[in-house]
């Protein structure tokens, strides 16, 4: 794993580009549902030294500490240090003893779990559409805001599709989930009080985005890339 982290370390991006490695540490450490301290012991460093990298934004560690901190989180020194931001996902070789397998509904579910960015793809008059959206799960349907005329707010009583996926780089694996189902807009006053409740994902590209649609899903499948087990190869 550190072979892998340190391929990442050859190109690191300027100090610029380093001010949210932070959040970036704090956001992998969240994922792997791993302490503070269970990173700094894996990396070999003091817990008090990871806080103040996590924590201020004027840290600037070392090649070495970001490899070892890469390898700690699983990842590579590029992801961390944001050196990936405006490249497209999956441009590492594929894993030697890789597998790909169906995931079941429920498994489906927990991969999709409370909120994030997916991808609606609606059909229109000249051809199909694919569009990021901030979601939300609320009660087994999948729910997201959008202005009044915008593409996403025209696929009310439509089929549409919606995916979301996942890539991890620094182990060449990978899952996507897509629901289909249909799209209704949510105009009930108590239905829309318990959306602003209970949803948790904003419009990232700002306010003026009022209009609850909801999808409702027809169908649910998922699939995974990863490694073989040790058993199977």
């Known amino acids: ?33 791993l302490t503070r301290r269970d990173v700094a012991v894996r990396a070999g460093m003091a817990p008090g030294y990871l806080r103040y990298l996590e924590e201020s934004p004027a840290a600037a560690p070392s090649i070495s500490a970001l490899v070892r901190l890469a390898g700690a989180l699983r990842t590579s020194v ?31 579910w927990r ?26 799960v609320v009660d087994g349907s999948i729910v997201f805001r959008t202005a ?9 009583g439509t089929r549409v599709g919606f995916e979301v996926d996942h890539i991890d780089e620094a182990f060449s694996r ?21 959306l602003e409740e209970r949803a948790y994902s904003k419009p990232w590209a700002g306010d003026g985005r009022d209009m609850w649609v909801c999808v409702d899903p027809v169908e649910i499948t998922g699939r995974e890339i990863r490694e073989r087990s040790p058993a199977h190869r």
């Not at 982290?5 to 994922?31: N, S």
């Not at 009044?148 to 009310?156: A, E, K, N, Y």
């Not at 897509?178 to 949510?186: E, F, I, K």
């Open 1 to 33: 794993m550190l072979g892998q982290a340190a391929a990442g370390a050859a190109k690191v991006p300027p100090e610029t580009a380093r001010a949210d490695l932070g959040r970036r540490l704090m956001r992998r450490r969240a994922e792997l549902g």
């Open 78 to 108: 590029t992801v961390l240090t944001g050196g990936d931001v405006d490249l497209p996902p999956g441009r590492g070789r594929a894993a030697r003893n890789a597998e790909f397998v169906e995931l079941g509904v429920e498994e489906c």
């Open 111 to 136: 991969r999709l779990s409370t909120h994030g960015v997916g991808r609606l793809a609606v059909t229109r008059a000249e051809g199909p559409v694919v569009l990021p959206v901030n979601y939300s």
């Open 148 to 156: 009044p005329g915008s593409v996403p707010s025209q696929v009310l």
């Open 174 to 194: 990978g899952w996507s989930v897509l629901v289909r189902g249909r799209a209704r807009g949510v105009t009930d006053p108590e239905a829309r009080r318990r």
